[in-house]
């Protein structure tokens, strides 16, 4: 359906098989119960897909009719891909899950956060010992943890696990606890655990990792005050200072209408610099969260080389209008030789480094930037608090605006937006206007950018599967830059996020669908 001539042409398409199916198409609306029936119906393959067009269930539809107008797309709208037959046994649904993260759909809302919970708290567990033993241990966690989350329905029972691939015999225990008992002993010891706390803690503090945090533990500290008062505080340097400053701010989950907000002033100022730039909002906003620890924004040019400079520009800008509490810039480290040059086997799969230009830091926004939470009823910091700590993943708040960024191709988003009005002036810690909250920007060339976009939206555990794949399967070296062909040794370029993933043979999965 073209969204700008509101036709609703596009409603008909099931009922009319082989109907022409066009680029000016941005959403086909369908009673399928699966969006592998759609394009079945549609006689086209996933590739042909014009990037931009989503497939929504007929009451996306009604909502548009009823209210008038095209409503945003919103989680329950998507079709899912595949439909699980409800009469198979959980065994036959279950066994057939494809081995890759990358090759399956993970909701944000799944049916087993039961079992998720006390699976990530045990990865945590194992992240905070930061070796290579407990850094596979922490992944055996996740992986298995991934598969809970793409269950069609809640795991009531030891045998629906048996058939379970990236389920070993200790998670296997833990279950079997959990649906015995309600809850997993060793999840539960391992919360209750005065060093786990203690590393939560304090690798909640911007700048702060594993080694610090239990650097710290050792010489007996235990709060966030013990930190603030210690005068000779190991590995304190102004990132960590800052960092304990605005501890209360930053633990407080960015809400996505600060997203928005802070996106908006952030389009408003490169719109004057030249309106051709662009920028998009990642991270877990666009995969459908609906708050986060920070707001990852990707910024880029259409013509290649013009987004040099623009970082320094900007913050310049930001700089001038007292917005920018903290931050560095890190330049860019790319060139041509990087891909072919990095450790192909290991060392890139762990890490999230890339080589963009990016500012990472700690910016001012209006307190009132949350005001739309507050009035959905999230009315005061304990509550927010509180949702912060129920989820290692902060996903839990679920009633607030709509996503609008999940499906934009920033490249074809020409909307201007009305510049937020400026920061008013501060007045002191507990009276202040304005709350830090932790920004990244990146730089990414035109060429690359879709890559990043993908990079940067993730979950990291979703591009450390997509990585993997890449290399075990195709013989690829894939990053946040580009895909290398390291078998033709030749790069292999994407003009959008379905390229990506076609360049991959992977079947497209949107940013909510990335959850694992
Ligand atoms: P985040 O750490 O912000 O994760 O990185 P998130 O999913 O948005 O979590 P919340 O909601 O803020 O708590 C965003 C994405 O950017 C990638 C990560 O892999 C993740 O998928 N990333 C992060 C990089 O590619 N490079 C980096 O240096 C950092
Ligand atoms: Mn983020």
């Avoid at 999230?352 to 910016?363: A, Q, R, S, V, Y």
């Avoid at 979703?462 to 195709?474: G, I, V």
């Amino acid at each position: 359906m073209p969204l700008e001539t509101h036709d609703f042409r596009a409603t008909e398409f099931c009922n009319m098989p082989g109907d022409d199916y066009c680029d000016k198409v941005t959403h086909v609306v369908s009673a399928c119960d699966s969006r592998d029936q759609v394009l079945q119906f549609l006689n086209v393959e996933v590739e042909s897909l014009s990037k931009n067009v989503i497939i929504v269930t007929t009451e996306w539809l009604s909502e548009c009719l009823k209210s008038g107008k095209i409503v945003p797309v919103e989680k329950q709208h998507y079709i899912p891909w595949t439909v699980i037959p409800a009469k198979t046994t959980v065994n036959e649904r279950t066994e057939n899950i494809p081995i890759y993260e990358c090759q399956r759909e993970t909701p944000l809302q799944h049916h087993n956060e039961h079992i998720t919970h006390a699976l990530e708290i045990l990865a945590k567990e194992a992240d905070f010992r930061n070796d290579d033993i407990n850094y596979s241990r922490a992944l055996a966690f996740r992986r298995a943890a991934c598969v809970f989350k793409c269950l069609p329905s809640r795991v009531e029972g030891v045998q629906e696990i048996q058939s379970l691939h990236n389920i070993g015999s200790h998670v296997k225990r833990i279950v079997e606890d959990i649906l015995d008992n309600g809850y997993s002993s060793e999840a539960e010891k391992t919360e209750n655990n005065d060093w786990f706390k203690t590393m939560m803690t304090f690798t909640g503090v911007f700048g702060v990792g594993p080694a610090i945090a239990d650097k710290w533990y050792r010489l007996g500290l235990r709060t966030i005050e013990d930190l603030k008062i210690e005068q000779t505080l190991p590995n304190k340097d102004e990132r960590i200072s800052t960092g304990l400053t605005f501890h209360d701010d930053l633990t407080l989950p960015v809400l996505r209408s600060e997203a928005e907000a802070l996106a908006d002033l952030i389009r408003c100022e490169l719109d004057t610099i030249d309106p051709q730039y662009q920028l998009v909002v990642t991270g877990g906003f666009r995969r459908g969260k609906d708050c986060g620890h920070d707001v990852d924004i990707l910024l880029t040019h259409p013509v290649e080389g013009k987004e040099k400079g623009i970082l320094e520009d900007l913050l310049h800008r930001l700089d001038r209008q007292g917005r920018l509490i903290y931050g560095k810039r890190e330049q860019s480290t790319w060139n041509d030789g990087v891909l072919q040059g990095e450790n192909i086997k290991g060392q890139y799969l762990k890490s999230t480094l890339d080589h963009f230009e990016k500012w990472i830091g700690i910016m001012k926004l209006d307190k009132k930037c949350r005001q739309c939470c507050l009035n959905y009823g999230l009315n005061s910091n304990e509550k927010q608090q509180e949702l912060l700590h129920s989820s290692l993943d902060m996903k839990k708040v679920s009633h607030l605006r709509p996503d609008t960024m999940s499906h934009m191709d920033p490249k074809n988003n020409s909307t201007k937006r009305k510049c937020p009005s400026s920061s008013s002036e501060d007045r002191g810690t507990n009276d202040r206007t304005w709350y830090a909250r932790r920004v990244d920007l990146i730089v990414t060339p035109t060429s690359q950018f879709y890559y990043a976009l993908v990079g940067w939206t993730g979950s990291k555990h979703f591009n450390r599967s997509l990585r993997l794949y890449a290399q075990k399967e195709l013989h690829m070296k894939l990053t946040s830059h580009a895909l290398y062909d390291t078998t033709k040794k030749h790069l292999i370029p994407a003009n959008s996020e379905q390229e990506v993933f076609k360049n991959l043979h992977l079947r497209y999965l949107e940013p909510v669908e990335r959850n694992c």
